[in-house]
């Protein structure tokens, strides 16, 4: 089956699920045939290359009206938030392969009578890369909690804080049902985003770590960077490329929800945050509040950017809070 959006007789863009395959009548022993869809070509490309590719021509599909006509866009973001947090744990997903194949080749492998995990240069540059890929993921699961938040409704939502409450500095990161779902959706797209272009330079990195050996199509798929690199250059495109998220979270910031939004994350990031997150929020926020929607349109890539390095930098705060790991604090002070 598939969701699809297609314009209704109205005119206006409605959400329809189409089962792929429908029953052809006057048959005795129920044969299927493709529901209108026609394969016209397949198609070659860079990655993901176990996931065929074709050009179709959708002609007599049959499909069902989900919600009201009219909302197609509104009806299809809720599988949006769930496809578009996919996308971002794919990421991190092949990103955290990428470094543990980097980490592990730099034990054995030798360089003028060096192994490349006591040479600086190289452990600073993996430094970097485990620092950006920690904060990534706890942006993420950030948008994981508040996925299931949102889901479970309000009276679950309210033993999750509960629960929370009894994890000491948890409780400062697990908002409301109703805050839970403004942040969900203005930071779904700043997830989808930033860890889809953090990973594929992220996996760059680790390939060229392993020098000629990474640029290799390696029979070994656990040690196949190549491999892992070509599938996650598509996670900046499907689901939305950059621009459009970076377009999306500016009309949700300058929209009729707007004021709720920035007021939820002021509440959050006020709770959570120390003093230097305070600042950089009055800073983001002013510049978000003063500034119209074209302008920010222009600047749609950065003010996402920022929105997700603040609240990272603000988790990873929390999180070397929790249990004072010293490697979680180092990790925290370098992402500031």
């Known amino acids: 089956m598939c969701i699809l959006l297609a314009r209704s007789p109205n005119g206006n863009v409605s959400a329809f699920y189409a089962p792929m395959r429908r029953t052809v009548p006057w048959t005795t022993d129920a044969q299927t045939e493709l529901n209108g869809i026609h394969i016209q070509r397949l198609k070659s490309k860079l990655g993901t290359r176990a996931v065929p590719t074709a050009e179709l021509e959708l002609k007599d599909m049959r499909g069902y009206l989900l919600g009201t006509e009219g909302q197609g866009i509104r009806e299809i973001a809720v599988m949006l938030n769930i ?110 985003s930033l860890t889809a272009k953090a990973a594929i330079a992220g996996l760059s990195e680790c390939m060229e770590s392993l020098g000629g050996v990474g640029y290799l199509e390696n029979d070994e798929m656990q040690f196949n960077i190549a491999r892992l690199f070509r599938d996650a250059s598509v996670l900046s495109i499907w689901e939305g490329t950059t621009d459009v998220m970076a377009m999306d979270v500016v009309k949700v910031l300058k929209g009729h929800s707007g004021v709720d939004v920035l007021r939820v994350l002021e509440t959050w990031l006020m709770a959570a945050g120390d003093a230097a997150a305070h600042r950089e929020w009055v800073r983001w926020a002013g510049k978000v509040k003063s500034e119209g929607l074209e302008e920010l349109k222009v600047q749609g890539r950065q003010i996402m950017r920022e929105l997700g390095k603040l609240v990272a930098g603000v988790l990873l705060q929390v999180d070397a809070e929790r249990d004072g790991d010293e490697v979680a604090k180092e990790v925290s002070r370098r992402w500031i």
């Open 83 to 192: 496809t578009r947090v996919h996308n971002s744990v794919t990421a991190l997903g092949f990103w955290g392969r990428g470094l543990a194949i980097s980490k592990a080749f730099a034990r054995v492998r030798n360089i003028g009578g060096k192994r490349l995990v006591h040479i600086p240069a190289h452990v600073m540059t993996m430094a970097e890369q485990e620092v950006e890929y920690r904060g990534y993921m706890q942006l993420t699961f950030f948008t994981v909690l508040l996925l299931g938040i949102s889901e479970q409704g309000s009276s679950n939502a309210s033993s999750e804080r509960a629960s929370a409450m009894a994890h000491g500095s948890l409780v400062k990161i697990t908002p409301s049902f109703e805050d839970a779902r403004l942040l969900l959706r203005v930071l779904t797209p700043v997830i989808k």
